[in-house]
């Protein structure tokens, strides 16, 4: 008993750190600059020192196996691109030409900016240190439903912050004023985009918690569809209209952000998650059809009540505009000229310029792909990209396994699978993931929904749950009990 609350005690200061980061890390900025970023690798470090790991069982570990197997291979990409003296990857022949051209020796490098990757890493550590700490904190269930309601009402509430500012002072972020996207809600982020996209991923989560909170209250094992509006009517409303309310700020705050590849994407991570959510009540044959039906139609309701501006960039641009495919082209040939190591990490904003399309405007700076695994394969190679695309596509399957396998909690799962897909999408045609004040957040999630979506081992309670009868909760025994008062007490229990 007293060894379970010393546990219980170790896991307090790395699980607030780690709530903490989840819910600030969009504050500053979207968390963009260096400092920022180092901040949250510093509190992300000591919470990894504190983290517990008495929950931790055999799946987990070979989770973080796997997460180690990605961190050498980052290593051995970055020890290439940092050395004087690299292992196999050639040295960039952009050296020798401005060595001959200035007629003094310089000294080569594999990446084109030299030690640039040593500092971009610090959003990738970033990552891996958040997905880490959601894997060992976030395999135990209440902690890692309280991560949920941590990233929904911090959601919530920069949502909230950015249709009020929208509304009050639009030429703002914080304290800084707003030199792009003025008729746009940005929240406390500088791009739109990643707004909508965070915005969105917060409505996934705050839509998936009232499902669960309206199923419960049901009495029904399996809805009754027929008697549906009667069961909801005797939800008392004050249990549900938060929850309501919260949901409707992050989608009023994500329409207005009028992204239409974050809209869009959102929408439609909405419709799959309620659909996956409620698969067990719908009819047999026709069931999931008919809610993917009607959660299209009345997405495309809110497009129009609420998205009137999103529809019309959709008239008139289409998904993507011509520009970014114009860029994604162009990438593509830096990644066939650079196809083992990339050009360095954190370069491409200097590898791009002889690479850009005369189709594209002679407006701007482009210092992102506008498509992460280009951008990344651009700069690390393409071996490195694939084995993190692998990375992407195992955590997805373990997350759906646990979607469809777990009885109790599989919202922690859906919850992680469906914002990781609606991000892993956006990323495609966008750089959310790029983005700290986002991607730390959500890999936290990530963590907790890989690690939630294994079955529970039947009497290993958790730390929580021993400090909890340590303190002296009762035991309910059956010992002695009445044969016609056992089916109460069971459901009692």
Known sequence: MIW???????????????????????????????????????????????????????????????IAVIVAAYAFVLHEQLSDHPWVAPFQPIWKQASDLLGVPIAPSASIVKNEAFFALGAPLANILAIVLGITIGADRTRARRLLWVIAISGAAYALYGVLSFLIEPTMILWRDKTAYLGSVTGTFINRNTAAAYFGSCAVIWMLLILEDVRRRLPERHIEWRRLSLDLRAIPPKQILPQLGCLLICLMAMFMTTSRAGVGLSLLAMIVAFTLFLRKDLPPRTGIWISLGSGLAVALGLLQLLGGRVSSRFDSQGLVDEGRIEAWKSTLRIIADNPWFGTGMGTFQWAFPPYRSPNISIRGVWDAAHSTPLELASEVGIPMALLVALGWAVMLLVLARGVFGRRRDAIIPLAAVATATLSLLHSCLDFTLQVPGYSIPFFVLFGAGLAQSFRTQEGRPTAEAGATRGRGERRISTAGAAPHALPELHKSV
């Open 4 to 66: 379970s609350r010393i546990r219980w005690s170790w896991s307090l200061p790395a699980t607030f750190i780690l709530f903490f980061v989840a819910a600030g890390a969009p504050f500053p900025f979207g968390s963009t600059n260096d400092l920022s970023i180092a901040f949250w690798c510093l509190c992300l470090g000591i919470a990894v020192i504190f983290a517990p790991t008495r929950d931790l069982r055999a799946p987990h570990l070979w989770l973080l196996a796997g």
